[in-house]
Nanobody
Framework: QVQLVESGGGMVQAGGSLRLSCTASRTISTISVMGWYRQAPGKQREMVAAIISGSTTNYADSVNGRFTISTDNAKNTVYLQMHSLRPEDTAVYYC????????????WGQGTQVTVSS
């Protein structure tokens, strides 16, 4: 099992930056995939960025080049650095951890609100 605690959300003007943090209750090097998802009102939750086995990264097309996912193994923390924020980035952002054994179990954080004003 793993507990995830997010922080760093808030309100920012368009063009601004924010950094989200997600601290895990276990060593993140033992977590197969760590990712950030977001859910805007009335929309489905979507993947924003993921890091696989601590190295390979994937990004949604809508954030590629603006957002960066990274990890600090010493702090058991994964970050989402967001630049050039747009009003359409407004959403609740969730951290997720996938533990892959014979099956995949996904754990979620509680979410943190990001609001981008125009």
């Amino acid at each position: 099992q793993v507990q995830l605690v997010e922080s760093g959300g808030g309100m920012v003007q368009a063009g601004g930056s924010l950094r989200l943090s997600c601290t895990a209750s276990r060593t993140i090097s033992t977590i197969s995939v760590m990712g950030w998802y977001r859910q805007a009102p009335g929309k489905q939750r979507e993947m924003v960025a993921a890091i696989i086995s601590g190295s390979t990264t994937n990004y949604a097309d809508s954030v590629n080049g603006r957002f960066t996912i990274s990890t600090d193994n010493a702090k058991n923390t994964v970050y989402l650095q967001m630049h050039s924020l747009r009003p359409e980035d407004t959403a609740v952002y969730y951290c997720a951890a996938d533990i892959i054994t014979r099956r995949t179990t996904r754990y979620w954080g509680q979410g943190t609100q990001v609001t981008v004003s125009s």
